[in-house]
């Protein structure tokens, strides 16, 4: 039985993910899995969908997001779908850990912003388009 798959919302900083079956992009092909892997969300790593530390030297901040913890019913496969110029989609029985209590929406899936400029981190709000997030 493979252990809890898991996203670690770190302050100002990745996502930490942990057993993540399947990192997928817009297209379907799969991506590299590590068994523990940071994802990008300042959107500025220049090896995206990972992180580069590039966070550590733009000032990014996630102070806007709630605390609270995730854990969905389903039991499909846990996977992280990596959306070009857009946010990460997450589905499957991911727990998703921000902070102490406060329970968060049970939405399956559900979006994780990756470019940094959400007023609703770490979730997605469409501030992506605004920016015009890119990529590349
Ligand atoms: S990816 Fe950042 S707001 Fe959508």
Known sequence: MSEKCCINVFDDGPL???ELEKLTN???EELEVKRKMAL???GASQNKPYCDGSHKKNGFS??????????QDDDGTTEIRVFID???EVSGNIE???NDEMG???DNPYYLCRCGASENKPF???SHKKTNFSDE
């Open 16 to 18: 930490g993910v942990e």
């Open 26 to 28: 817009s297209n379907g």
């Open 40 to 42: 990008c969300r300042c």
């Open 62 to 71: 996630s102070k806007i997001e709630k605390a609270g913890n995730n854990e």
């Open 86 to 88: 857009g946010p990460y």
């Open 96 to 98: 998703l850990n921000i």
């Open 104 to 106: 968060l929406s049970k």
């Open 124 to 126: 997605c709000d469409g």
